[in-house]
């Protein structure tokens, strides 16, 4: 067998195994809990998509969007296991715009890893989604006394007023750079 065939044998025997090794604690720690076996694969699955996006991210192709994958994955599946084995006692049906704040913050180390440092191309819309995120989590999880539907009907305004500053901060600090 060449050297070549030996090194990718030897990676999978790797990976299958720390695949297998990790499902076996993964359903352990469901069975012990008293869990939803599904619940705890679906999590262990995203966990293990995380992690061979991270190793496509750094062996392979060094791609900066397979650190976003890797990051997006590895949170939501960790949370999505938390979940299931009862230490979060949030339910995922109300905990949806966690997938924004989690989207938010995988865009930061695609951004380092692209330019080498946080740029403003990837640091604007991150915060945007981790602040949309956050807003449909106040009206998620019914920390406000209205709905969503009410606050948008009463401050719709707001919409046109925000886009705008946004659009005169844009303007001005693109023209420090001229």
Request: contains cysteine.
């Amino acid at each position: 067998m060449s050297t070549l065939k030996r090194k990718f044998a030897a990676r999978l025997v790797f990976f299958s195994g720390f695949f297998i090794m990790i499902l076996g604690i993964s359903f352990l720690l469901g069975v012990l809990e008293g869990t939803s076996r599904i619940s705890v694969f679906f999590a262990f699955l995203l966990v293990v998509s995380g992690a061979v996006f991270a190793f496509f991210a750094v062996k392979l192709n060094k791609r900066p969007v397979y650190l976003f994958f890797t990051s997006l994955f590895m949170m939501t599946g960790l949370f999505l296991f938390l979940s299931a084995l009862g230490v979060i006692d949030l339910p995922v049906v109300r905990a949806w715009p966690l997938l924004s704040v989690f989207s938010g913050l995988a865009l930061l180390p695609m951004g380092w890893r692209r330019y080498g440092a946080l740029r403003k191309t990837y640091l604007v819309p991150s915060c945007a989604f981790v602040a949309l995120g956050c807003i449909f989590l106040v009206f998620s999880l019914r920390i406000v006394p209205f709905s969503f539907h009410q606050f948008i009907s009463t401050w719709w305004p707001a919409i046109f007023l925000f886009g705008g500053l946004t659009l005169v901060l844009i303007s001005l600090g693109s023209r420090r750079g001229e």
